[in-house]
Structures are given as C-alpha cells and as structure tokens.
C-alpha cells in the first residue's frame, strides 16, 4: 500500500516531521519507507494506493484512557457535584453486559471515524469488547478493573474506611490474569492486556504490590486511578497517614511500569515526584474539566520530564470520544491554568495524541509517528474543509494549529490500522455503523426505563432540571 | 413551511420548552405556530415540508461578536504573547480589500453549515461583506470601526498615551453612519447595524459621547470592546485617572444601549456593575482562553442580572467560527474558574447561543425561540451521529447536554433563515462553498508570500517553530 499526500505529519524528531507531498509506503501492515513522493514514486509497487492530495496524514490518534461501555450512558451525568453519586450513580445499575457492549461498540464507532487508532479501554468483562474491537480492526491496549471495594457502598459515611472483601480482589484479579492470557498479542498483535487496580484505595496495600509483580512477570503495564480527588485522598490519609501520591511513592509503585490516570487532586510538586520516578501520565482534560472543574497538573508533570498521554475517559461526563477535542481542551485549559497563552502549544498537543502518547503507554517502539518499521495506524485529514482553510506553508505551516484548535474530527478522512483501511471517505468499512446506533438506542430505552426510580430517589441537579423543563 | 422535528427545543419559557413530536409552521417568514404535530397536522396546509424525524429542531444559533475577514489568517495567531504583535501583526498590513472579502466568506459558510443564522460581523469596510450576507441569505447584525488612533503606532513606547487623529474619527464614524444608512433594515430586514467605537482607549471622550448620541438618535445599539487588558487599561488609567469600566460608567455610557465584548480584565465587581447598568455582554470564550489565557467573569456579570450572548470573534485565535465550540468551552471554562461542575450546566449556555443572546443583542423580539411571531431561523441537527447517540427521554432528557458537549457542528443538517432554507443535508445552497474555499486559498498564498519579511522581522514564538520544524 501506498499514500500519497500533501502534507505529511510523520511525527518524527523534536517536532512534527513535516514533508510536503510525502508518501508513506506498507508492507504487510508495517511502514517500510517514509519521504517525498518524489524519492519513492519510482521505487515501490503499489498494489493500493491512497491519493490524499489536499491532505493531511499523520499518525491514528491514541486515547489512552477509556471507559468505552458508559457510552451507552452520554449526556446523563454533567453539570453536577458527586458525578457518581448523582450523575452515572441512577444508571449503572440497570446496564447489563449487553447494554455494555453496545455502549462500547458505539465508542469505538465514534471515536474510529474521528481519527482514534489505539483504543486504551479500561473496564469491566472486557472479552466482548476485545472481540469487537479486533473484528472493527483497530488497536487497543485493554486493562481489568481490580478492586476489592465492593461496588455497593450505601450506608457508609464519607470518613469510614472502605471495606475490603479479598475474595473481590482475588476474583477481579483472576478475570484481568484470564484477559491477559486470552487476549494479549491477540488479533496479529493489535490487542494488548494491562493490568488493573481500580485506584489505590481500592485494594489493600497486599494486594497492591501482588498485582504489580503479576503484571511484572508478564511484561506488562500498571494502569492505575490515582489523586482522583478527595474521597481518594481521605482513604489514603486514614489507612496509612499520607496523602495517595505519597503513598505509592512508600510502597515502590512510581516507577516505569506504572501509567496513572487523572491527578486531578495533585500538587505540582506530587505531579512532578511521580514523574521523576518515570511513572508515565494520562491526561483527560474534558472529562476532569467537566466532572470536577478542575485542570489536572499535566504541565508540572512534563516539566519534570514526564511523558503525558491523552484520554477521553467517558461519554456520561466529557460527553465524547474524540480526540481532536482533547487536544483543544488540553491547550486551552493548560493555558488557563497558566494563565499564559504560549503554554501547551498546538504541536505539543498533537505530539501528546501520537508519538508522545504511545511512548507513555509502552508503544512507542510501534506506532505513534510515521516511520519505518513502525506499524502502519494513520489517517488522513481532509483540508478543504471551510473550518480548515486557507492552508499556509509560508511564512509558516497553519496545518497544525488548524487540526488542534478548528478540526472538529469529521474531517477525518481515511483511517488504517496495521495497513488495513478501517475507514474510507469518513465510512466505517469494518463494522455497521448505522446498526451499532440502533442498537445502542434499543439499550438506552431499556435503561432509561429501568432507571426511573432511582433517579428520582437520588434527585440531583438533573432531576430538578428536567422537572423544571431545562432539558 | 412546516417543519416537523422529533424533538423540538423551542428555547421559550426559562428553559428549553421541550415538545416531543413538534411541528412548527411558517408563513412569509415568520412562525405562526409550533406544538405537537398531531396537533398542528391538520390545521394547515403546507406547500414545503421539512420532515426531521431523528433530529432536534432549534432556533438557529446567535454568534454576536465576529471579526470574520480575519478568517483568511485562521491558524497563525495562536500559541503567543501579545497577540496583536507576534500574532496577527507581521499579516494583517498585506490583507487587500478582495483578501478580506474572501476570508469573510468563508467565515459564513463554516459558521452557517454550523447552525449559526445571525453573524455579529464587527470590521472595517463592510459593504461588500453586507453584500455577501444579503445573498447567502443569513441575518447579520455588524458594526463599523470607529477609531481616532491610527493603525500604525511604531516608535510609541508602552506607557505612552495614544495620539488621536480627530480626522480618522471623523472618516470612520461617517463610514459608520454611511453603512447605517445603506444597510441598517435592508434585506428584507435581515440585515441591521451597530455603531462600534472600538475600545474607550481608541476614541477621545468626547466622540465616544458623539457617537452614542448618534447611535441613540438612529434607534441603535453601541457595540464596544471593554476591559479587554493592560494596554487598555494604561491607557484609560494615564488619561483619566481611572480604569476603563469606571470611566465609561463616569461618563453614562453603561445603558442598555450598550453591548460591551470581552471583560477580559475586568473584576467580578466590575462585571457586575456593567451588568447593574443594564448593559449588555458578548463572551468570547474561545478566543480569549487562546490569546490571553483567561476566562472572562461572565459568571458574576449574569449574577448580577445581565444578559450574556457568545461570540466566536477571529479564526486567528480561537480558530473557528463555531457556535458548538463556544458552547462547550463556555461552560467548560466556567466550571474550571468556578471550579464547579455545577455552574453554567448545557442548558444556560444553549440558552446563551439562543434566545439569551438574541435578547443580548436587541434581538430578543425577532428570533432566538421558535415561538409565533418570531421570524422562521432555525436548524435541526441530526442525533443518529454516534457521538449524539443514544437519546433518552426518560427518566431525563440527554439532547440538550449532547448538543452543548458532543455536538461538534457537523450534525447539523437543514438551516432556515427567514423561512428560506440556505443548507440542506449539510450543504450549502445559497453561496458556492467549494469555490469560496478555493477563493480564500489563492488570497492566502498571495499574503503568505507577501508577509514572509515581516513575520521573520517581528521573530514571535511560531517563527522559532516554524524554523525548527515544530509547525
């Protein structure tokens, strides 16, 4: 396969790669030559080629942290305090692992046609997911929920310590061994397994340190909740006597094995600790900005030296799976933070969504900027679009802060993933989209019904709005 | 015209006056009726049926404050300090009058298949841009620059007060008053204007008080940039001994008769006392989160009773004109000020969009709701997208929470102004996109070419990228 385009984004070095009318040549899934059209017209034989002549390519998106099934739960859970007490707390439990599937099937629908190519799920009973997504073609890197916190937790107040039940943890920690064993290398590769504690107050410290040596003997990755906020930190100062980031540092899980997600409750200078221990971060900057207001401490953190990725976390709160929107948040909401318009620049961003977001999630070694010997994820950006027009090469290129701060991901093109073209022309080719809609509707109307009496009983500031006609 | 929606949101009432199943029906223009279809079926006979059957109808979205010439630069003005000189600075002097037109075209297309119907366009020589508008068939409120300090302002140190040039003021509020005469009503009334002294630091206090009074005596608005930061500010405080929203309340000038933009550098306090005058604010919030890093305190502005509308203001810096985008950012960027999930929920900032804003702008009569009376400007927005699926109605309603923060622009479908439809499934009917964007790109080369001295004299952050390959 070749593609020929107009402008390259191959995403190597220090900045973007740029290469004007560049082409990338495939062999049986991997890059085997990047450069001018030029140079490589004349050499290869192509037995497809992908003309994208007022284009951009460059490599899929990675979103590296994901809870695909709650899709099934958009729009229900914003605009509220205590986001799993009143916004997804009325739902989650009518979502049956039907109801769970098609959630998680339209999330890879919406975010493959935005240009998403690695998929870092993180939930529950993961095997028809990792079924579905190896059938739709793309790549994921799928981590099990651990916890030995039982999902039920009424009649608990705020300062009580949770309860541990070892049997949870044993059985959670089986189900994530058995993903692992099942799934990982699976379909030519594409599917990877990470492990899972829910967060460090979720699992005892025990059970902490097994689940690391676990994932240490496999060769794999810790992704891990961690500085989510007060209720966190409250646990964590009440069973040990410091602070969640602190803790981990004492018990030797900040360190290259380890992925955390959020900080949202850190301080710069624990961001920065856990950094310096070559622990990597995800950054979700829409769902941290809507569920909690807050921007997490990602600049600390890359200061320090820090490789940060980005995720989009959930429907039910961000309220979409498009990573073309979490690198304009991430932009802007870190120049906010900042108070300084020069912070998180448009290539920064986009270098977080490819090849910096696979180094941070142990792939850099395999996707994330277009070069040779790299697997073939890429996709292309249609340019004539009015939102991305005009196009500039001098004085300087717009193309990048035009894909950062106007592209909204439906000018997504073409996606490939391991050579294959998943999506042409902005068509999934590998799955029915229009079914995976249906049938996802079918679900909500089902758990909508189901969940009319504990939204009620909970009553937050989405019941009192729809009572009062504002929704 | 009948248009029938499944889910109409006809912004009356303090919410989003939700009907399932609605029609509404247009005669000449203008709405003579809106409620549930089986209600409204069979009292009319329509000649033009616009059936949207999985969609939301909604009044078409209100962008009150844009500078959209500037859309020829979109995508090189962002990721810098001092956004005048690193940014827009080395371009803007090579824009031509036809430069101009072309950038303003293609700003209404891209905001116009985006679901806005009435453009705030503020900008020097706006005949042609009228002109334009009239055929593209959009409502558009503008407002000429008014100004007694010159463009050119090389050799003034930054403490210096502003000369003022009593003939620029005279020529560019006679344009002012020229472009009232021949536009303010035309098009079928579609068309009105604004007078626009460009900041209290830009005029003397006398033709500031001049202009008011021709304003007032015309039966129309003044639409000035406020608080908009510390170049303002020093100049304000070095001239009359006070800060800009002190000296504008000082001299009567905060009324009802006033639209003030931006507020970037004003307290909550003055917010508020702005807001206690009784004059109006446009809020900018992807604009001002790219080039200062703020959020405006538009929380405390509607606290204190005042009305807010958006405004998507220039693609360099910010870098669409998307009404979808100011919605989320809005919200978004005020959760994170407030850090408070809570504050500005999807259904204020719809609201902002809609009817809000139509009362913002002096519109509040005219459009902003689907109710009889109101002129026929309206958009439906097709939910079947992945990223606006599922829909629930019960136990709450997820459209509006979906349209503020997943919506991305593309999902709209059919535009209506005045009764006429101007897109239909996506495409633009009035105007030719594909050449406009072609129109946009030849003017962009040859400004490109034109500004490569001056963007490498003036040395800002993206020529250090672009030089090192980071663009």
Redesign the interface.
Known sequence: MLVRGAHLLTMQ??????VADGAVVVDRGRIVAVGAWAELAGEYEAEQVIEAPHHAVLPGLIDAHMHMHLA?L???A????N?MLYGVG?FVPHLTAEARLAGSK??V??AL??GTTTFGEYGPQLEETCRFMAEAGVRAQVTGFIREVPQEMSGFGPRDLYPFDPNLGEKTLAENIALFEQWHGAADGRLRVLFGPQGPDFLSRELLLRVKEVARERGTLLHVHTAQGERETIQIEGRYGTRPVAFLDSIGYLDEQLLVVHLTDATEEEAALVAQRGARMILCS?SI???????PPARAFREAGGLVALGSDQ?PG?????LF?EMK?T???N?????????F???QVLRMATIEGARTIGLGDEVGSLEPGKQADLITVDL?H??L??????????????LV??A???EVDTVVVDGRVLVERGRVLTVD??S??AE??Q???FV??R??ES??AVGG???R??A????
Chains 1, 2 share one sequence.
């Open positions: 070095g220090e900045g973007v790669g740029y099934l958009r729009g229900l914003q605009d509220t305090r986001w009325p339209l999330a629908v919406e046609k935005a829409g900005g809507i569920i909690d207001g807050i921007v429907a961000n309220n979409c799976h498009n929107n948040l932009a802007l909401f120049k906010i933070r900042a108070r300084n318009p020069e912070v620049p448009a290539w004539r009015p939102a027009s005009p196009i500039y090469t001098e004085p300087m290129r717009n193309i990048v802060p035009n701060y106007s909204r991901g439906n989209e229009a995976i809609v996802a509707q679900h909500a109307e909508g019904r969940a009319i939204f009620q500031p989405n019941a709005w729809q009062e006609g504002r929704l």
